[in-house]
């Protein structure tokens, strides 16, 4: 059955669907030797040949899921000139290629998950699948109620109104407000820009939880695989046919 080539990309472990509609308008795809630009060309698994950057793109796989505690410091990101200490360095006895799910930026710590399943990785960070994502927020100053009300119907940003977020206060101490607040999008930044909106910038922050998996057992700076019940779990909450 033919499909659409940018989801045969991800699924092939190339990169998430996004990423790889970029590779497309790049002009670093090609279809039996020809060119694509477009991103509604479909093309049929085992039959057509595909390269990406002149290479031929592997159409069976080994799938990967990884879950990593991210240290504060390093960047989500494969590569990134301007910074060299990327998430990337953390796995080094991983000689699959996989990258990030996601993403946290380098300030802050937590829950990152990293995959060579494309359709996985684009379903588990757009919207619409709703996939909560839990953060521990120490922010600066005393969060109000009214304050609270607005995180919880929504906050305007420069990129639009946020979805109602899920905000409890844990505890206050030194002019100072320990926040959980679940959210479901992934804009860049976005737990800080909704706090930075309503006069409580963020001190530190940290992910704890994305939809059933946490971080117990995994210490700063490392990782394991996840577990069989985890990716059938995840696989099955997603949409997805089981491995």
Request: net charge positive.
């Amino acid at each position: 059955m033919e499909e659409r080539l940018q989801k045969f990309l991800a699924a092939a472990g190339v990169a998430s669907r996004r990423a790889s509609e970029k590779l497309i308008l790049e002009g670093r795809v090609s279809v039996n030797g020809k060119v694509v630009r477009e991103l509604g060309v479909k093309v049929l698994p085992g039959h057509d040949e595909v390269l990406v950057d002149g290479k031929p793109v592997a159409q069976e796989k080994k799938l990967l899921y990884l879950l990593m505690n991210k240290p504060a410091g390093y960047v989500t990101t494969v590569q990134d000139p301007h910074n060299p200490q990327t998430v990337m360095q953390l796995l080094p006895d991983i000689r699959e290629r996989v990258y990030p799910v996601g993403r946290l930026d380098g300030d802050t710590e937590g829950l990152l998950l990293f995959t060579n399943d494309g359709e996985f990785a684009y379903r588990m960070t757009h919207p619409k699948f709703k996939m909560l994502k839990t953060y521990i927020a120490t922010v600066q100053g005393t969060l109000t109620e009214d304050r609270l009300r607005q995180l919880r119907e929504g906050i305007m940003l420069e990129d639009g109104m946020t979805a109602p977020a899920n905000v409890k206060i844990l505890r206050r101490e030194n002019h100072k407000t320990i926040v959980e607040i679940a959210i479901h999008e992934g804009r860049n930044r976005q737990v800080r820009r909704m706090f930075k909106a309503v006069k409580n910038p963020v001190l530190a922050l940290k992910r704890v939880s994305i939809g059933p998996l946490d971080l117990k057992g995994v210490a700063v700076g490392e990782y394991r695989y996840l577990q069989e019940h985890e990716i059938k779990k995840l696989r099955q909450r997603l949409g997805l046919a089981p491995l």
